[in-house]
Structure formats: C-alpha cells, structure tokens
Nanobody, 124 residues
C-alpha cells in the first residue's frame, strides 16, 4: 500500500513563492506517474501539473504554465511542485496523486493513489 504525504504549504502574498513536496512510501516511486491537483472551496478538483515516469516529461494546466514547475527525485521517492508568482486564484488545497506504470492523465478519477492534501493560501 503506497502512502503519499504532502508538505510545504502555507500562506503567502501575491507574487510570492511556495514549494510543495510529496513523499511516497510503500513502493518504489520511479515507476509512478505523478501529478498535482488542487481544489478550491466550492469547486471541482482540477489538474495542475504532471510528470511522467521514465521520460520525466512534464505537463501543465494553462493557468500555471510559466509559473509552476513540477519535478521528481526518484532516488528519494519525492515529487515537487515549485510555485512562483502566486496569485490569489491559486488558493486551494493541493493534492499529490500517483498511478503505477501509467501514462499521464488530466482527470482526478484516473489516479489511484492520493495524499491528504495541503492548504495553499495566496493573499492580495
């Protein structure tokens, strides 16, 4: 059974930066597609970014391109989301998700493993 634990959230003013981490335990992370989703109050969970296993190819939602960077450290079973130039609309609970031996998907229902979520709040 895999466990994903996010860390690094918090509060920041608009224009600031935060770095999220997702630590995987229970299986080898290097064969997992990994993604970040977010959910604002009253909204559906939405895709933010994903990184493929093997190739390390990355994919981003249009609203975060050029501001967010997803990466992974397979030696330590950790994924990252570097968020720069944050905006109030980025305020949400951010979730790490993974799926073993999988391609990249943009829908939350396609991922089998989830972290508990972490709050990111951006004030204007």
């Amino acid at each position: 059974q895999v466990a994903l634990v996010e860390s690094g959230g918090g509060s920041v003013q608009a224009g600031g930066s935060l770095s999220l981490s997702c630590k995987s335990s229970g299986r080898t992370f290097k064969s997992d597609a990994m993604a970040w989703f977010r959910q604002a109050p009253g909204e559906e969970r939405e895709f933010v970014a994903a990184i493929a296993w093997g190739t390390g190819n990355t994919y981003y939602a249009d609203g975060v391109k050029g501001r967010f960077t997803i990466s992974r450290d397979d030696d330590h079973d950790v994924g990252f989301l570097q968020m720069n130039n944050l905006k109030p609309k980025d305020t949400a609970v951010y979730y790490c998700a993974a799926k073993r031996y999988s391609g990249i998907f943009y829908y939350s229902t396609d991922y089998t493993d989830w972290g508990q979520g972490i709050q990111v709040t951006v004030s204007s």
